[in-house]
T-cell receptor, first 114, second 111 residues
C-alpha cells in the first residue's frame, strides 16, 4: 500500500543548531503539506505545496523555517536555528491535489530540542 | 469541553458500546470534512469523509453526521473495540484551501 515516507522518525538536537526533515509523498500526489503538532493539540499547517510551488506558507516562521520541493516530488523542511519551543511532531501529508480530497499522513518526525 | 494543552476532552466507553464524538467547525463556507484517527506516536489516519451536499455518510462501523445549520459534525462508532482507542480529529476545508484541524477528542475503550 502506498504511503507517505518521512525521516528521521526521531531527532534530538541542541538549541541553535540546524535540523532538517525529509518527506516523500505518495507517487502522483501533487499537493504536499507540512504540519506541526504540539502534544495534545491538532496539527497546524506550516506550508502547502502544489507541485513545486508554495501555495500557503502564511503560518511558517520564515525567520528560521524553510521548506522546498524542488522537483515537485519529495520535500525538505529545515529549521535554523532550532529553539526549545520547536519541540513537536512534524507531519508530512500528501493528496492528489484536486481539492476536496483526503490527505494521507506520514508517521511524522518527533523533534526534541534540548 | 475545551482542551487546554495536554488536557484533551476524553470519552470513556466500554467495549461493545456505541461511541459518539462531536466536533464544532468554524468556517461556514467549508464544504469538505474528514475524520482522522491518531494513535500515540503515529500520524493521523483517514477514517471517513463527507461533502457538504450530504448530511450523513456510513462506512464500516462508522457514521458521520453533518449539521451545517449549527456547524456541527459527529462521528459515531458502532460496537466500539479496544483498538478504537485513540485521539480523533475532525478537519475541514473549502475548495482548494488548506485542511484545518479541530481540537481532538481522546477515546478510551475499556475491555
Amino acid at each position: 500500500e502506498a504511503e507517505v515516507a518521512q525521516s528521521p522518525r526521531y531527532k534530538i538536537t541542541e538549541k541553535s543548531q540546524a535540523v532538517a526533515f525529509w518527506c516523500d509523498p505518495i507517487s502522483g500526489h501533487a499537493t504536499l503539506y507540512w504540519y506541526r503538532q504540539i502534544l495534545g493539540q491538532g496539527p497546524e499547517l506550516l506550508v502547502q505545496f502544489q507541485d513545486e510551488s508554495v501555495v500557503d506558507d502564511s503560518q511558517l516562521p520564515k525567520d528560521r523555517f524553510s521548506a522546498e520541493r524542488l522537483k515537485g516530488v519529495d520535500s525538505t523542511l529545515k529549521i535554523q536555528p532550532a529553539e526549545l519551543g520547536d519541540s513537536a511532531m512534524y507531519l508530512c501529508a500528501s493528496s492528489q491535489g484536486r481539492g476536496r480530497d483526503e490527505a494521507f499522513f506520514g508517521q511524522g518526525t518527533r523533534l526534541t530540542v534540548v | 469541553g475545551e482542551s487546554v494543552g495536554l488536557h484533551l476532552p476524553t470519552l470513556s466507553v466500554q467495549e461493545g458500546d456505541n461511541s459518539i464524538i462531536n466536533c464544532a467547525y468554524s468556517n461556514s463556507a467549508s464544504d469538505y470534512f474528514i475524520w482522522y484517527k491518531q494513535e500515540s506516536g503515529k500520524g493521523p489516519q483517514f477514517i471517513i469523509d463527507i461533502r457538504s451536499n450530504m448530511d450523513k455518510r456510513q462506512g464500516q462501523r462508522v457514521t458521520v453526521l453533518l449539521n451545517k445549520t449549527v456547524k456541527h459534525l459527529s462521528l459515531q462508532i458502532a460496537a466500539t473495540q479496544p483498538g478504537d482507542s485513540a485521539v480523533y480529529f475532525c478537519a475541514e476545508n473549502q475548495g482548494y484551501s488548506t485542511l484545518t484541524f479541530g481540537k481532538g477528542t481522546m477515546l478510551l475503550v475499556s475491555p
